[in-house]
C-alpha cells in the first residue's frame, strides 16, 4: 500500500493492484507536486493516470 508521506516533491510513486469489482488491473497513483501538494488517483493503468496529473497541473498553472 502507498505511503503519501514517502512520496517526495516532484516525484510519482503507483502500485497495481486487481480491482474484483471491475475484475481488472488498476493503478494506484500518487505524485507529489514542486509546491508540495499531492496528487492521487486511480486510474486504468500508468499512462492514464498521467494523462489526469497532466491536467490537473495545467489547471494549478492556470490557477497561480
Known sequence: MLDPKNCKRGQEQYEYFHSFLTQGQKVQYDY??????????VAM?????????DAWLKIKTIGE
Open 32 to 41: 507529489r507536486a514542486l509546491d508540495g501538494e499531492l496528487f492521487t488517483t
Open 45 to 53: 493503468g500508468l499512462e492514464s493516470a498521467h494523462a489526469k496529473r
